[in-house]
């Protein structure tokens, strides 16, 4: 079963924008912080952005100023604006799902979705 789906990856020019959207499904019935992760070639999965349900965000010194994340919690929904990209942000992008089921936290993730920032 399918419980995160990220979507908006593509091919975009140095300096260009992205939205990232990430849906969670109903099947995930507590939702709680949600957040964006990257894997670039070669290296390892990093933090890129968070976000409580109250809407707390934290980032990466690197993607500050340039990157929102945002959440509609009715949707179960987050999103990702990334703007003025570089060509170091070029990675898959993974969605992560924090919940708590039967006490116990837990995460979900999608499959990620590729960026690619030509320079």
């Known amino acids: 079963q399918v419980h995160v789906v990220e979507s908006g990856g593509g091919l975009v020019q140095a300096g260009g924008s992205l939205r990232l959207s990430c849906v969670a499904s109903?099947?995930?019935?507590?939702?709680?912080?949600m957040g964006w992760y990257r894997q670039a070639p070669g290296k390892q999965r990093e933090l890129v952005a968070t976000i409580t349900t109250g809407g707390i965000t934290n980032y990466v010194e690197a993607v500050k100023g340039r990157f929102t994340i945002s959440r509609d919690n009715a949707k179960n929904t987050v999103y990702l604006q990334m703007n003025s990209l570089k060509p170091e942000d070029t990675a898959v992008y993974y969605c992560n799902v924090g919940s708590v089921v039967a006490d116990m936290s837990v995460d979900y993730w999608g499959k990620g979705t590729l960026v690619t920032v030509s320079s």
């Open positions: 109903r099947s995930i019935l507590r939702v709680n912080a």
